[in-house]
């Protein structure tokens, strides 16, 4: 699995708030409160259910990592890494039509 690294153009939470306001005429304050409250409310069904499905946007879902033992670069011994949970992303099938748009949009333009 390959990590992509944040762009430029990736969006951030603030630049998310502007573009809604823009596109809807409320208030920044107004759609910030909505969009913290929405985010709120998956991450507390991820921790209380273990997930949340949003239908054509992805799924939300909490991933349990063991403990294991790490190497510290100082003390130059082993550390135990403690078991935790990680919340993952798997886009809805329509992001895959979108991803393959967009791809195809950059090439026309590269090329």
């Known amino acids: 699995m390959t990590k992509s690294k944040p762009t430029d153009s990736a969006i951030t939470k603030t630049k998310l708030v502007n ?15 909505i969009l913290d409250t929405t985010l709120n409310a998956i991450f507390d069904s ?8 949003i239908s054509g946007f992805g799924k939300f879902y909490t991933v349990e990592i063991k403990g294991r033992t790490g190497y510290n670069f100082k003390t130059k011994g082993p550390v135990q890494i403690a078991p935790y949970r990680k919340m993952r992303f798997i ?20 090329g």
Request: with cysteine.
């Open 19 to 33: 573009l809604i306001a823009k596109r809807t005429g409320k208030k920044q304050s107004e759609v910030k409160f």
């Open 46 to 53: 991820c921790i209380e259910a273990g997930g949340c499905e």
């Open 91 to 110: 886009p809805a099938g329509a992001w895959d039509v979108l991803s393959k748009v967009n791809l195809e949009e950059d090439d026309n333009e590269a």
